[in-house]
């Protein structure tokens, strides 16, 4: 069993900062790529960043330059760190993180239960 909790979602003010947190627990053999997803009504669920086993980052072009993801390797934790807030981020922020349970056996993706993040303007 391999559980994602998030924290750190909030309401805020446009150009303000929230971080979140989610933290991988469980057997876990060896975490390979985690992220951040959101939705907000009536959209679909959309990539905003991910964080690969070997550091590299990726972001979508929505959020490049305000949003920066980390990850605690001894942890198991991935941050978000999002600044200058727009009241189009307004979303619920998933995470996901993609786990190997056991050795030689193939990844699964897990999902976090999701944090609401609202900006108002």
């Not at 790529?33 to 939705?39: C, I, L, P, S, V």
Request: overall charge positive; glycine content about 12%; hydrophobic content about 35%.
């Amino acid at each position: 069993q391999v559980q994602l909790v998030e924290s750190g979602g909030g309401s805020v003010q446009t150009g303000g900062s929230l971080r979140l947190s989610c933290a991988a627990s469980g057997s876990i053999f060896n975490i390979i790529d985690m992220g951040w997803y959101r939705q907000a009504p009536g959209k679909q669920r959309e990539k905003v960043a991910a964080v690969t086993s070997g550091g590299g980052t990726n972001y979508a072009d929505s959020v490049k330059g305000r949003f920066t993801i980390s990850r605690d390797y001894a942890k198991n934790t991935v941050y978000l760190e999002m600044n200058i807030l727009k009241p189009e981020d307004t979303a619920v922020y998933f995470c996901n993180a993609n786990i190997l349970t056991r050795a030689f056996h193939p990844a699964t993706m897990y999902w976090g239960q999701g944090t609401q993040v609202t900006v108002s303007s």
